[in-house]
């Protein structure tokens, strides 16, 4: 690790690098990522390290994805040697086992991941913790071993006994120029200082943030992605015959020109239509004429058309898109009668358009639980944005 006044991080389950590009923007130096996913890893590394080189990866840990228990194992020693030395660990456990959005379970090995995220912090005693997770994290088990207590509250109690003051919030994107209503559990932990003032400091300094941007705080999801309308013309996907991706039209609002600045090439990546059976768009078509905007549609409108999808949301232009999932069939587009692209995703989630996602688009049946696809790697991120604020006032604060 290079001697550097430039604060320097590590990120744990790292998903496909949303926290890693915030803090790379907000001037941050990262150390080295830790992410089980293949896939996921696949685009963190393409961006961050192979592009950007953003990371001061160490020797001893190879450049490759990686289980947190299997780091912690096998790489003990070196970790240890890294007490007192890092400014700060991001990141928190993958949020599906602790989800609002599906069933909750208590068994779930990844809720014990939780237990390996307090190990590495109590190994190498960073001075900041920034850790990000779904709202259902602040929502107890109801059994009677832990008594229906919230991870949240473990997560916090447990900080504490390590000397850490933490102060957490649960904190709504779409107040941050996020086009997205999207709530999240953000817990801030330091050894010294105030981390109460981390949530007083990013209220007060995100209109000089956002300002300085061009952005106001409150982005629609037509000024987000507009310009990638299918009206403005496609072309078949140099990547599979199959399908036809988008070209960009102009821009049309300070977000687009903001997330387009230093494009990777003419065509947006990663914005490759879905392709549609004609059944599917005359009901896609129905639902964006009959249907209420940003609303799952009515049982009676289910019923007629025989669907047996739990969520189907017709999206409105000109109001924040409701929380993304993983799954990229719960959303229609607001004016074309099919589903958003993952670049259409990646916007919502203020990605920048020269980030490239890599690996497949989606994956299903039992491959789910194993597959992050680039529509999940996007849908499980943290906005970029909203961490890059969090970096500057965090550097702020070291």
Known sequence: MKKTSVPCYIDIYAGCGGLSLGLFKAGWRGIFA??????????????????????????????????????????????????GKVDLVAGGPPCQGFSLAGRRNKNDERNKLVDSYIEFIRIVKPRILFFENVKGFTIG??????????????????????????????????????????KRFILVGMLEGSPELFFTNIDQDKIEFLKNKGLKAKVTLGEAISDLERKHGEITSVFSKKFKEGFYGEPESDYQKLLRKNPIGKLPDSHRFAKHKKETIVKFEYFLKNCPRDKNISVEIKNKFILNKKCIIPLGKNTQSPTLTTLPDDYIHYSEPRILTVRE????????????????????????????????????AIPPLFVELSGIVLKAMT
């Open 345 to 380: 995703y990646a916007r919502i989630q203020s990605f920048d358009d020269w980030f490239e996602f890599k690996d497949k688009y989606t994956t299903g049946g039992k491959r789910r639980k194993g597959e992050v696809p680039r529509y999940t790697q996007v849908g499980n």
């Open 34 to 83: 830790i992410e089980k996913s293949k896939m996921a890893f696949e685009t963190l590394k393409h961006n961050l390290i192979d592009k950007k080189k953003h990371f001061d990866w160490p020797s001893w840990l190879p450049v490759t994805e990686h289980d947190i228990n299997e780091v912690l194992k096998n790489h003990r020693n070196e970790l240890e040697k890294l007490n």
């Open 141 to 182: 088990f109801k059994n009677k071993k832990s008594r229906g207590e919230a991870y949240s509250d473990y997560v916090l109690r447990e900080l504490g006994k390590l000397g850490y003051k933490v102060h957490a919030k649960i904190i709504d994107f779409s107040n941050y120029g996020i086009p997205q209503r999207r």
